[in-house]
């Protein structure tokens, strides 16, 4: 299948049924009655189904265009033969361990046999630099650089597991800072807020101004874990991608729970969320009224809430949920948001590489379902350069196997975990908008 051709036909329908919704709402002037209401949701839930029909073509093609990009830059530093044995001696090692058939080395982590550590690292800088447009010569140099040859070629394991965890994690996908480590020990970062300088009014006047104040920002490593439990006859199964599977399902689930932390975290045992930190220059931006929806006016006031070296930067974009998104692509800039130009400008190549995500008044949008509903007093949508929220995670995802925990059921248990912290080295990068109380 010509994965980025459908991808483009379910987009072409997407922008077909955006259009004829655009329609309604002028007839309207978004005075609904109920068959128009229940009409405009009908189009409304296929534009959000095309979506994601969209996102699943957009995926397999990235990765299958990724994939061949990757492979041709590890067969001209390493050869063929090389990388297709050590690929398949993964494969079989790893099949192995799964099926009981072969234990690890008790060298491998801490003297555990049953325990399986992923290096996800190079699959992370790798699918960082291709996604940047960076050629199958600049990747080469980067796995060259990554150390022996032995060591340098990401396996397959590593890479289905990042590619598992940064579907789930937003701020994987966004434009965030992401710091790895081999340990887990607390980094500490500077804060630093402006001082003052001084004005020289003639020859002679000394300079003095203010030094800059300082506080710190550390950065811990909170485990997360999943368990993924296989009936005994489905592993020992020849036909079954164990590698995919299990590599897959963990990096999934626990991708799911840690950017629920990343996103609407306490800082308090877990990680500071990119929702719930403190706020922008302004302080938080309320509609002002109970329950109202974001206006148009709403929206201009959270970007010029901040700083123009924060919209300017590269890094501004939105975040907010699917459902709260739902509502901004009815929104439009004339009175009362049902008039004048609609401010959603969805993209016929989003997704695509190289392409443009929707945007809202000029800037990117990223959708978490962990960003909170259109409630009363909830932050429901921020707003900032995103690159001032720094991700640490701790390199190896260790996937351990149990064949006792669930003995009576002839299941195998596999127990993923992963270290992971994030907050914000410029806590006045972003803002948010609150519906009122």
Known sequence: MDYNAEAKRINA???????ENKRLLDDTKGQFNEEQKVEWDRRDGRINELAEQRDTMLDAAKREVEAGQLREAEHQVFGVQHVERKERSEAAEFRAWVTGAEKRSEDDIDHRPNAWKVDIRTAMRERDLLRQGASPEEIRTLLWDTGSVASAVPT???RTI??????????????TTKITTDSGEPLQFPRASDGAATQVIAQGTAIGGTDPGFSRMQL???KYGQLVQLASEVIQDSGVDVVGYVGGNIGKMVGRLIDSHLIAGTGAGQPQGMMTAGTGLSGTVATGGSLINPTYEN???????????????GSAAWLMRDATAGVLRKLRDGAGGTVGAVLWDPSLTAGIQNGEPDRLLGFPTYADPNVASLASAAQVLGFGDWSAYYVRLVSGLVIERSDEYAFNTDLVTFRGKQR???DFIDLTATNRLRRAV
């Not at 990042?162 to 434009?175: K, L, V």
């Not at 006031?301 to 930067?313: A, C, K, N």
């Open 299 to 313: 929206l201009v006031d959270l970007v010029y809430s901040l700083s123009d070296e924060y919209r300017s930067g």
């Open 13 to 19: 329908e997407r922008l077909t049924v955006w259009e």
């Open 220 to 222: 811990d490593a909170y």
């Open 420 to 422: 992971v912290d994030g």
């Open 162 to 175: 990042y590619e598992a965890m940064s579907a789930s994690i937003a701020a994987f996908r966004m434009p």
């Open 156 to 158: 397959t394991l590593s």
